[in-house]
């Protein structure tokens, strides 16, 4: 606290300047300092510049990142297309067909495994169909087929010159040769297994003249109508190729 009249007083460090100078209260409350009073006579020159600073040194090197996280794993990927429904086996086939023959004509016997049997006119022992037509007149097969196969019922298209006689038999050279035409027979592009499949006679159109599954066939033994275009089948050693069943070996 200041008491009026009386000079202030300060506790200075004591390295403090000298006070040879007096001391404004104002001054020192606004915290200016004033020093020597200004001297008349020349300024001194200033003093030369300072030289560049040395640049700075480079900073290090800052350290490596810390190693990214992994990936979010990807979507599952979509269900597939279903795949497209098999064809259906080869014995659904027979349901394709018309449920009855005509009865135009029939596969009257066949032989399936022939060692010592019918030769063709090659010498050799061929599997062999024969073919009967009931009727008074002859049988033209223009437009007839025949085939081992339900799925392919005119996997052979006979020859449209070819027909069988009133009352009578052809036989089909089943070799799976049809280039051999020796003797003018017919030989057809397939053999039958001695261990069954299927026959199928087609008549023109989409008409089945007659068709049958067979099983195991011994060997040099034939399946026979007997009679003739009946139901009744028999087995014969060797058959009756281009003969009425029932009769000869
Ligand atoms: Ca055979
Ligand atoms: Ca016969």
């Not at 460090?13 to 020597?36: E, I, W």
């Not at 800052?62 to 279903?82: A, E, L, R, V």
């Not at 005509?102 to 062999?128: C, H, K, M, R």
Request: proline residues 7%.
């Amino acid at each position: 606290m200041l008491t009026p009249g009386t000079p202030p007083h300060f506790n200075q460090p004591t390295n403090s300047l000298t006070p040879s100078h007096s001391f404004s209260p104002l001054l020192l409350a606004l915290g200016l300092f004033a020093c020597a009073p200004a001297k008349s006579g020349t300024g001194d020159s200033g003093g030369t510049d300072g030289g560049d600073g040395t640049d700075g040194t480079d900073g290090t090197d800052g350290t490596d990142g810390t190693d990214g996280t992994d990936g979010t794993d990807g979507t599952d990927g979509t269900d597939g297309t279903d795949g497209t429904d098999g064809t259906d086996g080869s014995g659904d086939c027979s349901e394709d067909l018309p449920e009855t023959n005509t009865g135009e004509a029939f596969i009257n016997e066949y032989v399936a495994s022939n060692a010592s049997g019918l030769q063709d006119a090659s010498g050799a022992y061929p599997d062999w169909i024969e073919l009967y037509n009931p009727s008074g007149s002859e049988l033209s097969l223009a437009g007839w087929a025949i085939s081992d196969d339900f799925c392919e019922p005119r996997k052979f298209p006979f020859p449209t010159d070819l027909s069988i006689p009133a009352g009578g038999f052809i036989i089909l050279m089943a070799d799976n040769d049809i280039d051999s035409t020796g003797g003018g027979e017919i030989h057809v592009p397939f053999k039958l297994s001695a261990d069954g499949e299927d026959l199928l006679l087609m008549a023109p159109g989409d008409s089945v003249a007659d068709r049958l599954t067979f099983g195991v066939m011994a060997n040099d033994t034939a399946a026979a109508r007997i009679p003739d275009g009946s139901d009744t089948w028999d087995f014969v050693t060797h058959g009756t190729p281009g003969e009425t069943n029932g009769t000869g070996r």
